[in-house]
Every structure is written in C-alpha cells, then in structure tokens.
C-alpha cells in the first residue's frame, strides 16, 4: 500500500487558479499511472485526469479539458495537478490514487470556488 498526502486547496474565485500537490510515501509511485479524483457535496467521486507513469500520456474529464493540467515529478513521488479559469463547479474534496484507485484515500484537499 502507497499513503497520499494532498495539499494546496483552499478558497478561489471564479477564473482564479490553484495548483494541487499530492505526495506518495514510497517510490513505486513512479510505476503507477496516477489520477486525480475529486467529490463534491452529495456526489460520487469521480476521475478528473490520470496520466501514466512516464509523463507520455494524459487524460482529462471533459468538464475540466483545457483548464487543468496534471503532471508529475517521480524523483519526489509528487502528483500536481494545476488548475485554471476555475469554476464553482470544481467545488470538491480532491484526492490523489493511482488509476484503479488500489490505496487507501488520503483525506483530500479542500477545493472552494465562490466569489
């Protein structure tokens, strides 16, 4: 089992930006694809974007395709995902996993987008 440590949420405005950081505990995180997730109030959590191991591929949910981007830095087990023109709707928990989602759920990251 990986532990995950997000961090880097808080309160946004509308078109506002964040940048996301997710920290593994042990360095298989390199071999894993990983994935952000997020859950908002009395939804299921749902995939936001995952890329593989190497960095060589990406995918994003539709609802947030040209506003965020997710990368990583395997020398430091850490997962970033930053995210532009931020809407309220991006209103969620945010949490890290690999792509099956195989770990324990770290406690997330708080992410509130209001004006």
């Known amino acids: 089992q990986v532990q995950f440590v997000e961090s880097g949420g808080g309160l946004a405005q509308p078109g506002g930006s964040l940048r996301l950081s997710c920290v593994a505990s042990?360095?298989?995180?390199?071999?894993?694809?990983m994935a952000w997730y997020r859950q908002a109030p009395g939804k299921q959590r749902e995939l936001v974007a995952f890329?593989?191991?190497?960095?060589?591929?990406?995918y994003y949910a539709d609802s947030v395709k040209g506003r965020f981007t997710i990368s990583r830095d395997n020398a430091k087990n850490t997962l970033i995902l930053q995210m532009n023109s931020l809407k309220p709707e991006d209103t969620a928990v945010y949490f890290c996993?690999?792509?099956?989602?195989?770990?324990?759920w770290g406690q997330g990251t708080q992410v509130t987008v209001s004006s």
């Open positions: 042990r360095s298989i995180f390199s071999i894993y694809t």
């Open positions: 996993n690999n792509d099956i989602a195989s770990n324990a």
């Open positions: 890329i593989t191991g190497s960095s060589s591929t990406s």
